[in-house]
């Protein structure tokens, strides 16, 4: 969650980018213009929403601000360029965008780290030798799963902005 409401009346006159589709709702990869907001008596949120594209009203229901930020972000880059890209690099670049280190990350270091551990017992044959191969090449797994995601990360958006850039005619060097 890169961002925090005090209030859900903030979101109100705010572009929000869906990243969670919800039955009979906003698709994800949509721009949705939060129209009003209100705080029900059970405790929930009640958000009057239009799809910016078609213009179609909706309403929808939270338990928690939680809930909201999980189908929702603000994106000032995809609200101001939706229209030069498919809804197929919309929702690449959110699910690029939404990824951590907690949920990327860590799941594969810790599937490369056994396998190199595996590996070491099978093919190497001192102990020692097994240790040093499964230490350094633990390192060097969890080194090439970072590098890939800070690469993907920082060269997602920049794939949009040659997107928009060629569509322009426009060429940066």
Not at 15 to 30: D, N, S
Not at 45 to 57: E, H, K
Not at 108 to 125: K, P, S
Request: aromatic letters at 14%; one cysteine or more; hydrophobic letters at 45%.
């Amino acid at each position: 969650m890169a961002y925090i409401l005090k209030n859900i009346n903030d979101a109100v006159d705010g572009k929000f980018l869906v990243t969670k589709t919800f039955p009979k709702q906003a698709e994800a990869g949509t721009i949705v213009h939060i129209m009003d907001a209100r705080k029900l008596k059970n405790g929930g949120y009640q958000l009057d929403y239009r799809v910016t594209s078609t213009g179609q009203n909706y309403l929808i229901e939270f338990k928690q601000l939680t809930d909201f930020y999980a189908w929702a972000r603000p994106d000032t880059f995809i609200a101001r360029n939706y229209n030069s890209f498919s809804k197929k690099d919309i929702l690449h670049y959110v699910k690029v965008t939404s990824r951590t280190f907690q949920s990327f990350c860590l799941p594969l270091i810790v599937a490369a780290v056994v396998v190199v551990w595996v590996l070491a017992f099978v093919l190497m044959g001192t102990a020692t030798s097994k240790i040093l191969f499964g230490f350094l090449m633990s390192i060097v797994a969890a080194g090439v799963v970072i590098f890939i995601y800070v690469k993907q990360k920082s060269s997602v958006k920049m794939k949009m902005y040659q997107m928009i850039q060629s569509k322009l005619g426009i060429k940066f060097k």
